[in-house]
């Protein structure tokens, strides 16, 4: 190396006037740099393979482009905000205002919203029709949420169990692979009261999976609370090669009112930490703090300071905590309720009250690396392949998780729970940039003509005959929300190798018009995979001139006269 340094010195001052003096003050500039690589050219030309140094040259120049390489081709990282709530609304109907639960009025909108909620109402009547038409909790989600462009991709109901994912409408056609299932453990394992629903799925590549629990209550059972999750995450299962447990995910959330309680401390030890806001007091008596130093599945997740009030358990529309009377066999004893910053106490019949206890949990789970191998086998089958292949994504495509914030919501008193928030940041390399399928309208769109569907296949993806194009109103809720749709292949009217037509007849169009997106879904891949630009489906003139009548109104304009009715 110094000999090869001497070299370009001399040949500097031999072959190099032209440099100016201030232009040596930047050596690190982009001048100098060619002014090198012209002198470098010159060195080699005068420099034979039989030459000593020659051999050192060319290991020097292996090891200044594989620093070049790796500074250009630096992988590009995109951030995501994910926005979680977990909440038992004790079988509540939805408050009316969701701006302080889903920070609507933050600067930094969230890219995903996950809500896992407990004890939703299912009574027989109520579930029945809930199985038909989406629940209040959904419903009013939905109505929240798509105004701001977020659509529902996926959710699933297990009794009161119930999971909602939502994503802005950008990345919809990068969100695959999507399932959904769930595990009863209450009454024997029969009986879906208690278990867990999870929704799994690729985001730009990476498996993300979701798991939504409610656990079995009571202080006493903090080990079955770790025999249920221990069952859950054993026997979920998703038909998927790369990830088919939900430990083979690239990142994993639990979360849900897991019951774990503050154990051995009094309640006026307890009492006294809440109100003195010394919360770190009590981290060492927490169930699933304890129960994480001999349980190596819990180990591997993750989760922030508790520094925020225990969100169980509450009087129901206050910030008391328990202060109900229960009659016992050992007659008068004291009733002590947190109210409002101070503790009071009077004399009552009644039993011992629940301590306030953090039940309701947002942990995570990043894989954990695995040591990368000493063998070259590229013939490997089964766990080790996949371990291998679990080396190679995470080095080509890094993933990041950091949260932002953790904390309760004392707003709501609907429940005897508060609900618990986390916002994360997802640092991540996409593996994919461009969705499967680019589509638009062609020409103009009204129900006096019919229309046109331009698509493009970007890349190979199994199509189906099943496949539709739906038509959709700007602010749609979730992929069943369409104002129509059309068999892609039934209505195929022309196709070369890069541009396909699809026809939607003029009876689907909505008379009135609306601000509109076109959306391919694929039947196979169970997912949107295309959205189109937004476009103005213009009101039709015909039946503007026949006065609109009420025959001619289809069903876009019917949910649109019904909601002027109700407003």
Request: charged letters at 25%; glycine letters at 4%; one cysteine or more.
């Amino acid at each position: 190396m110094d000999e090869i340094s001497r070299l370009f010195g001399t040949m500097e001052r031999v072959r190099s006037d032209s440099l100016s003096s201030d232009a040596t003050q930047y050596t690190g500039s982009k001048l100098v740099l060619r002014h090198r690589l012209n002198q470098l050219m010159t060195c080699v030309d005068d420099l034979g393979p039989k030459n000593e140094l020659h051999e050192d040259m060319v290991k020097t120049l292996d090891k200044a482009f594989l620093l070049c390489c790796k500074r250009a081709n630096k992988p590009k990282k995109d951030s995501f905000r994910l926005h979680m709530v977990t909440w038992n609304v004790a079988t509540a109907d939805p408050p009316d205002d969701m701006t302080l639960l889903l920070h609507l009025n933050s600067p930094k909108s969230p890219d995903l919203y996950v809500i896992g909620l407990q004890e939703v109402y299912s009574g027989p009547l109520r579930f029945v029709s809930d199985t038909i038409f989406d629940d209040s909790w959904s419903h009013l989600l939905m109505a929240t949420l798509a105004p701001r462009k977020y659509v529902k991709v996926s959710s699933i109901r297990m009794q009161g169990l119930l999971l909602l994912f939502f994503s802005k409408l950008e990345h919809v056609p990068f969100i695959r692979d999507i399932q959904a299932t769930y595990t009863r453990t209450g009454i024997f394992g029969y009986w879906g009261n208690k278990g867990g629903v999870s929704v799994r799925l690729s985001f730009y590549g990476h498996m993300l999976c979701f798991l939504n629990c409610h656990l079995a209550a009571h202080m006493k059972y903090a080990t079955e609370r770790v025999d249920e999750f221990e069952y859950i995450m054993d026997t979920q299962t998703f038909d998927c090669i790369k990830a088919s447990r939900i430990v083979d995910h690239r990142l994993v959330f639990w979360f849900g009112d897991l019951n774990f309680r503050i154990q051995d401390h009094g309640m006026h030890f307890v009492r006294s930490c809440i109100n003195n806001q010394t919360y770190n007091l009590l981290w060492s008596k927490d169930q699933l703090t304890m129960m994480k130093k001999n349980e190596q599945m819990l180990q591997e997740f993750e989760e922030g300071p508790l520094d925020f009030q225990p969100t169980y358990k509450f009087d129901l529309n206050s910030d008391t905590y328990d202060s109900r009377l229960y009659r016992t066999w050992f007659g008068f004893k004291h009733a002590t309720a947190y109210d409002g910053g101070c503790w009071q106490t009077t004399a009552t019949v009644c039993g011992k009250k629940r301590k306030p206890a953090w039940t309701d949990r947002i942990l995570w789970r990043l894989r954990p690396k695995a040591p990368p191998s000493d063998e070259q086998d590229e013939n490997r089958v089964g766990p080790d392949a996949k371990k291998v292949g679990h080396v190679e994504e995470d080095e080509e495509y890094p993933l990041k998780i950091r949260q932002d914030l953790y904390t309760s919501n004392m707003e709501y008193s609907i429940s005897d729970h508060k609900p618990v928030i986390s916002v994360f940041t997802l640092e991540l390399r996409k593996m994919y940039e461009t969705p499967l399928v680019r589509l638009q309208a062609e020409g103009d769109w009204s129900a006096d003509i019919d229309a046109m569907v331009l698509y493009s296949p970007l890349q190979p993806f199994p199509s189906s005959t099943w496949d539709w194009i739906g038509l959709y109103k700007v602010g749609f809720t979730s992929v069943s929300d369409y104002i129509t749709y059309t068999w892609v292949k039934d209505d195929e009217v022309a196709f070369n190798e890069e541009v396909i037509q699809v026809y939607v007849s003029k009876e689907e169009i909505p008379v009135r018009g609306a601000e509109c997106v076109l959306c391919y879904y694929s039947s196979t891949l169970q997912c949107i995979i295309g959205i189109s630009e937004a476009f103005k489906v213009h009101e039709s003139k015909v039946a503007s001139e026949e006065g609109l009548m009420s025959e001619k109104i289809n069903g876009l304009d019917k949910t649109i006269a019904s909601e002027n009715f109700l407003n």
